[in-house]
């Protein structure tokens, strides 16, 4: 994928499919969407872990969309059957979407999609910008503010736990006490 077509790409499909955050209730979230680079073992884990934990919380839906660097690991990966795995395979050159695996996306409209790929690479910007999610959540980075509605600083803190943490604070707890 050409990263700066693909880019440009993915600012005129936002531009040319508008789309307005609309409120969700942190106790009436029914459908969530997570997406994760299987990059680093120890953050995956993390990941995976809060995965697993939203599901087991009674959320009806919780899909896992999870990338890859290594076509290797990729291909080997054996997930449940809400896990979504991508590569850089799953995209054609100009950013759009190739793999069976990822047909879901575009149909689905989730409550709230949480971005935990920290911008690591342009395939998960690609899964961002495709969703019809009505709430995107993540850590804040300038270059990707036109993706996310809700961004949260981490100020040279790279951890993912803190990350999830502040996320699932705001993000469940939005709204329960009359906030808006």
Known sequence: MLKPLAKYLLKQHLKNHPRRPSLVHGDLIDSMAVVGMADDDQSFGV???????????GIKTVDF??????KKLF????????????????FSWMGNIDSTDLDSLESTAYDILI????????????????????????????DRAFLLDFMIDMKEDGDIRNLIHHLDKYL????????A
């Open 47 to 57: 990941v995976s872990e809060y995965v697993k934990e939203l599901r087991r919380r």
């Open 75 to 90: 291909e080997d990966y054996k997930g449940s059957l809400k896990d979504h795995p991508f590569h850089s395979s799953s």
């Open 115 to 142: 971005d935990l790929s920290q911008g690591s690479v342009m395939e998960a910007d690609v899964i961002l910008a495709k969703s019809k999610a009505k709430w995107k959540a993540g850590s804040k980075n300038s």
């Open 172 to 179: 469940m707890n939005f709204n329960k006490m009359n906030a």
């Open 65 to 70: 969309y999870v990338g890859f660097k290594s």
